[in-house]
């Protein structure tokens, strides 16, 4: 919502819609969904899902989800048959690891925007290769997989690699160690996720988010210190971020790195 999102809608496992209710921001709405035994989202959650989707701009999939078997199928079956605009991250990424070619990525007949936002280790698994062979091929192994899946590919870390289908690439500069922290990937994935629904194609949605997130990053941690950083100071700091973007793109027509 910081990014510019008009309004969120958190779905969740329905017994824990009191308590959710009773810490989360006011501004964000909830949709409480049917459970496993364990409390997790249920593949039988997928036609509330699927109903709600229709009034939706976009939808992300994977932070705080868990590895539940029916929340796994519940994730494939999401991203192969709800034809809406998609971040997939964390867990979502999990669910489909060893299922890439059977989700319809490669749909093109459907005009599919997904974007996936894979940290090295995620990368690895959905490759099932090792993190060190992903971080000695960073470039490399990012055009071939977005070019491959037909999706917009942001693969996090040091200097964020963010490609697509189409041979665009963008390799960030902003950032710090600091942003290395629980929950910092989940509020790029909410920006990417905000620039899309605003109407941003994928590419350049998933790249100035990539380059505000490592921005509000930065600017947080010349407050707060690296050592000190965590995801709820990157979110405070979106609208300084913001704020420097319009001022470097009324002056010099861009900002720098982007």
Same mark, same amino acid.
């Given at each position: 919502?910081?990014?510019?999102?008009?309004?969120?809608?958190?779905?969740?496992?329905?017994?824990?819609?009191?308590?959710?209710?009773?810490?989360?921001?006011?501004?964000?709405?909830?949709?409480?969904?049917?459970? %496993?035994?364990?409390?997790?989202?249920?593949?039988?959650?997928?036609?509330?899902?699927?109903?709600?989707?229709?009034?939706?701009?976009?939808?992300?999939?994977?932070?705080?989800?868990?590895?539940?078997?029916?929340?796994?199928?519940? &994730?494939?079956?999401?991203?192969?048959?709800?034809?809406?605009?998609?971040?997939?991250?964390?867990?979502?990424?999990?669910?489909?690891?060893?299922?890439?070619?059977?989700?319809?990525?490669?749909?093109?007949?459907?005009?599919?925007?997904?974007?996936?936002?894979?940290?090295?280790?995620?990368?690895?698994?959905?490759?099932? &290769?090792?993190?060190?062979? &992903?971080?000695?091929?960073?470039?490399?192994?990012?055009?071939?997989?977005?070019?491959?899946?037909?999706?917009?590919?942001?693969?996090?870390?040091?200097?964020?690699?963010?490609?697509?289908?189409?041979?665009?690439?963008?390799?960030?500069? %902003?950032?710090?160690?600091?942003?290395?922290?629980?929950?910092?990937?989940?509020?790029?994935?909410?920006?990417?996720?905000?620039?899309?629904?605003?109407?941003?194609?994928?590419?350049?949605?998933?790249?100035?988010?990539?380059?505000?997130?490592?921005?509000?990053?930065?600017?947080?941690?010349?407050?707060? %210190?690296?050592?000190?950083?965590?995801?709820?100071?990157?979110?405070?700091?979106?609208?300084?971020?913001?704020?420097?973007?319009?001022?470097?793109?009324?002056?010099?027509?861009?900002?720098?790195?982007?």
């Amino acid at each position: 919502m910081r990014s510019g999102a008009g309004v969120v809608t958190l779905a969740i496992p329905k017994s824990l819609n009191i308590p959710i209710i009773r810490i989360k921001p006011k501004e964000v709405i909830t949709l409480a969904l049917p459970e %496993t035994k364990n409390k997790s989202l249920s593949s039988l959650a997928y036609r509330k899902i699927k109903d709600f989707s229709d009034s939706a701009d976009i939808l992300v999939i994977g932070p705080g989800l868990g590895n539940d078997k029916s929340t796994q199928s519940l &994730v494939r079956k999401t991203v192969k048959e709800i034809n809406k605009p998609m971040v997939i991250d964390a867990d979502g990424l999990n669910a489909l690891s060893g299922y890439l070619d059977s989700v319809g990525l490669k749909d093109e007949s459907k005009n599919r925007i997904r974007v996936m936002t894979p940290h090295p280790k995620e990368m690895a698994r959905l490759l099932d &290769v090792s993190t060190k062979k &992903v971080q000695s091929n960073r470039r490399k192994i990012a055009e071939l997989f977005s070019r491959k899946y037909k999706i917009t590919l942001a693969l996090k870390g040091y200097r964020t690699i963010v490609s697509d289908y189409s041979d665009k690439l963008y390799i960030n500069k %902003t950032g710090n160690p600091g942003m290395a922290t629980a929950g910092s990937g989940d509020v790029l994935t909410g920006m990417i996720a905000s620039f899309l629904g605003q109407g941003l194609d994928a590419f350049t949605a998933t790249k100035t988010a990539v380059y505000l997130h490592g921005l509000a990053g930065d600017i947080a941690a010349r407050e707060k %210190t690296q050592i000190s950083l965590i995801a709820s100071d990157i979110i405070a700091k979106i609208p300084c971020a913001i704020k420097k973007l319009y001022c470097w793109r009324s002056s010099v027509g861009r900002a720098p790195h982007l």
